[in-house]
Structures are given as C-alpha cells and as structure tokens.
C-alpha cells in the first residue's frame, strides 16, 4: 500500500465519524490519487484548476467586448475562435515543471 493511500485511510479514520457520507464518497473515487504516479515537479500543475479558471477569465473577458450574439452558430463560432487562439498561445509555452521533464514524459507516452 503506497503512502498516499495510508494517508487517505488515516485521514478517513479520524473523520468517518464526524463526515460519514463525505467519507463514503471520497474512498469510492479510484482515480482521486492517480496524479501522485506522475513525477513531483509536476504534480500541482496536474491537480490545479489554474488552466480552467484562466481559460474562463479569458473567455469572459473577450465575451464582454462583444453586445449579443444574433444566432446561436454565430456563439459556437465565436467560441471555437476563442478556443483556438488560446490553444496557440499555451503551445508556445511550457507549464512549471514540464520541461525539466520532456523527454521522461515523452519516453512514457510515446
């Protein structure tokens, strides 16, 4: 049993009395720990919502600039623009953590 897994279990013990239903559902997530088999330089990018919520700022951020949208198409492709030009803004650079590991991630994936 790994370490994060003992944790998990002590950490269970000492609440189940007090959170039994949150408990419950905690130890029935099987991929809640999967991030820690990745490489500790990069395990907070991993489990961060960072990404999320900048990608969200972003969206609202240009969405404002524009009054209404007339049809619902005319939204999906303002949208798929927007998905677009943030996609080749985050190619261009590598996350914290990531390019000390490229080739192991690589090696491991390809």
């Known amino acids: ?30 991929n809640l ?5 990745f490489p500790p330089a990069i395990r907070g990018s991993l489990y961060s919502t960072n990404f999320i919520e900048n990608f969200n700022k972003h ?5 404002n600039h524009k009054e ?5 198409d005319s939204l999906d492709r303002f949208l798929v ?5 943030y996609n080749e ?3 261009k650079r590598i996350h914290r953590g990531f390019k000390v590991l490229q080739d192991t991630l690589e090696s491991s994936f390809i």
């Open 33 to 37: 720990l999967t991030f820690m088999d």
């Open 1 to 30: 049993m790994s370490c994060q897994v003992r944790k998990l279990n002590d950490f269970a013990n000492n609440w189940h009395q007090t959170y039994p239903k949150l408990i419950k559902n905690l130890l029935k997530m099987p």
């Open 89 to 91: 803004k985050s190619m």
């Open 81 to 85: 623009s927007q998905f677009n030009v």
């Open 59 to 63: 969206l609202k951020r240009n969405t």
């Open 68 to 72: 209404q949208f007339p049809t619902e």
